[in-house]
């Protein structure tokens, strides 16, 4: 129990530190919110002299009893409002003040909105902020074990909740604090003893609120979780929508969508069924305390400890206190929600990443001899090997392809190049340095990459093409395009080059998006190309533009090709055929073609039976 609540505490803390970048706007809310709960119990105060002023004007003695309030008092509103005259001069005099303190107040209560509500932003900008460049510069193997919607629902739905409990409720809580002790303090003055019978019925809004905080924390993290695991099936749905049309699954995957819905749904009433105790308890706590105090308080005035008016004014400060009194009580149950997801979205903050520039990492400008795999090994996690002591090198403006049925390792292999992932033994050398030793970003500038599945973005297919060199002219975007035979379409577009591809670029054609991708690698001008199936989607006549394209392009660049066709390899300089994560065959086309192993099986049946042709 003990760890749970300090886990709280930290997790509270750490929320609280996202706080500091707004503490000057926080600290005039805070004074602002101080003004507004003193200003607001002087309205209730001043109810004292209103209603002695009416019992002057119907001919009842005032008894002065000589309480703190009646000093305040006389210190104060008396030395303006003279109970001895006239009575309706005396209650005109007493409205107006009422009208001035209602008028500030809301002054500064506009204010205390006004700045929570710039702050709220604040927090939330900075913490989505943070999350995203986190999310950002984690390694793939992160992405590849947490579902694509649990990551959108905790940069947008449990973000908004812990602003919530970091601003909203917070701020919530610190006026009540303000409003509590000022309202405490003006009861004390009229009478403690008074006060002290108020003060009865707030420990038990304590202890009933107690027990109901752990099961609202365990309620609320399983709604955040089916929250994200709904989000998760409407992305993959609609990624897949074209599957699910083929396959006829719509009435499956609705199914399956009711019923995480479903769970949704009644877990959210679990969590609600809990929370809604709290307005029925606190209401029946303060009935009780209010019945205590007619009580108690009818008693004073009779033995003539308090006036009628004072009573009344007490009255009305006791009804305040409670309000303050349920948001604390209730505080540890409604910022539960904001404290499960503050938890699940420091979950995505704590995430380490496992690939790092280490400790002074050397530069990499340029990529001048070879790129040499040394006996390198790789897993995911703790599974089996996906690529297993692997050796071969690369020399400067030599083509290899790696060829094999899938899950052989190839795109593995690549990624490894690219430091995507760490190498699990072994080592990947260029120009005789591994590449552990070198920055990362300097790494990766020399590579262009266009992968089987081709990703574009949202805006025009000028930006498209200049993602990886934004600073490149137009000149130099369409000169990319021609090499990548895409300049044409893309011309006859409504826009031309500013026509917006749609999202994942689904204005376009499969073959068109490609193009664009290998438009994009080629503009970059990389020394290391790779092309990880990157004429899957395209047809023979698409497929077979884009080969010449590559032969004009690979002078100079060392370039990877992976590929399940054979036709698209039969050129490289070297080629490796893969199997279950090792090497099983390396040459030229020719030389495999006649060796009679795994390559000679992969012609056959893709030439129906014939080795392929020879260069």
């Known amino acids: 129990m003990s760890q749970a609540a300090d886990a709280r505490g930290s997790t509270f803390l750490r929320i609280l530190s996202f706080l500091k970048p707004h503490s000057g706007v926080l600290a005039v809310a805070i004074v602002a919110t101080a003004a ?25 003695a005032t008894t002065v009893t000589g309480t703190a309030m009646e000093r305040l008092l006389d210190a104060t509103v008396y030395r303006w409002v003279d109970l001895s005259g006239d009575p309706l001069v005396a209650i005109g005099r007493i409205i107006i003040l009422i009208l001035i303190v209602f008028a500030v107040k809301n002054i500064f209560h506009f204010t205390r909105l006004y700045l929570v509500a710039r702050a709220e932003q604040g927090v939330n900008r900075d913490l989505r902020n943070r999350v995203y460049d986190h999310l950002v510069g984690l390694d793939l193997s992160f992405f590849g074990r947490v579902r694509m919607g649990q990551i959108v629902s905790r940069l947008t739905t449990e973000v908004e909740q812990l602003r919530t409990v970091v601003t909203a409720e917070f701020a919530r809580l610190i006026s009540a604090v303000f409003e509590f002790v000022v309202a405490v303090a003006a009861m004390l003055l009229i009478s403690w003893q008074l006060t002290f019978a108020a003060f009865i019925v707030i420990p038990g809004a304590m202890i009933i609120w107690g027990p109901l905080v752990g099961v609202l924390r365990r309620r609320d993290r399983k709604v955040l979780h089916l929250g994200g695991e709904v989000n998760a099936h409407i992305q993959e749905t609609l990624a897949g929508i074209r599957l699910v049309k083929s396959s006829s699954a719509e009435e499956r995957e609705k199914a399956r969508f009711r019923g995480l ?105 340029s990529f001048e001899n ?47 190049l690219g430091r995507f992932f760490e190498v699990g033994s072994g080592r990947i050398t260029v120009d005789g340095t591994d590449i552990r030793e070198v920055r990362t970003a300097d790494l990766r500038a020399l590579m262009g990459v266009v992968s089987q599945e081709t990703v574009l973005f ?45 999202e994942r670029g689904v204005e376009l ?76 065959e390396r040459g030229d086309h ?8 795994v390559y000679q099986r992969l012609c056959q049946l893709q030439f129906d039976g014939a080795p392929g042709p020879t260069p």
């Open 36 to 60: 507004f709960a003193v200003l607001d119990a002087s309205v209730y105060v001043l109810l004292i002299p209103f209603i002695e002023a009416l019992f002057i004007s119907g001919g009842a």
């Open 261 to 365: 819905t479903g769970d949704y749904f009644r877990q959210f009433l679990r969590a609600e069924f809990a929370r809604a105790l709290a307005a029925p308890v606190t209401e029946m706590l303060a009935a009780a305390g209010t019945v205590i105090l007619l009580w108690f308080g009818a008693r004073l005035v009779v033995g003539g400890d308090i006036t009628g008016a004072q009573f009344v004014g007490f009255l009305g400060l006791s009804m305040k206190l409670y309000s303050p009194v349920k948001i604390v009580a209730k505080f540890p149950a409604t910022a539960q929600p904001g404290l499960v997801a503050a938890e699940r979205v420091f979950e995505f903050l704590d995430a380490p990443a496992e690939i790092k520039d280490a400790s002074g990492a050397k530069p990499l400008t």
């Open 370 to 416: 070879e790129i040499v795999f040394d006996d390198v090994s790789f897993a995911y996690r703790d599974a089996e090997p996906v690529v297993s002591n692997v050796s071969f090198s690369v020399k400067r403006g030599e083509v290899v392809a790696l060829v094999g049925p899938s899950g052989a390792g190839k795109s593995t292999l690549v990624d490894l």
């Open 458 to 502: 949202h805006d025009s297919v000028r930006a498209n093409i200049a993602y990886g060199r934004p600073s490149a002219t137009d000149e130099e975007i369409a000169a990319a395009a021609r090499a990548a035979h895409a300049h044409q379409f893309v011309s006859e577009m409504p826009q031309g080059y500013d026509t917006l591809v749609g």
């Open 509 to 584: 054609s499969g073959g068109q998006r490609q193009r664009i991708a290998i438009a994009r690698a080629l503009l970059r001008d990389p020394p290391i190309l790779i092309f990880d199936e990157a004429t899957s989607a395209l047809d023979t006549e698409s497929e077979r533009l884009i080969q010449d394209a590559i032969v004009h392009l690979l002078e100079g660049r060392t370039v990877f090709v992976i590929a399940h066709r054979i036709s698209t390899v039969q050129s490289a300089d070297q080629i490796l055929v893969l199997d279950g994560g090792r090497v099983v």
């Open 590 to 597: 020719a030389s495999l073609v006649a060796a009679g192993g």
